[in-house]
């Protein structure tokens, strides 16, 4: 609860809701017996769009996240991986989280697309691991994801 803001989460029930379709995972990580966080993903055809990468609060900085990407890489070596982050603005309250989140994506092998995902709750930028952002696949991604209800717009 504390990775993502209130106004960026999905409900639980909308989560389960939607993990229902055969392309849709959601994952509780572990290690060994230790709960480090989870991950949500949907799975495209060219596409691996990651909802959600919350790893616990006492273990951040241990190297799981960065786990994880790569996990996903090796599963899924011929698809681009897509992450929205809350856009950085130096007006930002949070705006030093914003920073440390692009770098760490960065360094994880991501890189900045110039487009935005745009909801009813603001905006966010998208990234990937990809060579060129796959904006038809993200879109199909969200659509799938969402049974198509989820309304957005992709944009510069």
Known sequence: MSAFPAWERFSLPSLLVMSLRPSVKFHALYDGDVFCGLAYYVEGDETVYLTYLA??????????????LSLLEDRFPDKQIIIDIEP??????????RVSRLKFYEKNGFHRTKQMLKDQDGEFETLTTGKKFNKPGFIKDL????????QFKIEK
């Open 143 to 150: 659509k799938k994801m969402s049974f198509g209800f989820y």
């Open 88 to 97: 950085v603005v130096s007006s930002a309250k949070n705006y030093k989280q």
């Open 55 to 68: 790893i616990n609060k006492q273990l951040r900085g241990q190297g799981y996240g960065s786990k994880v």
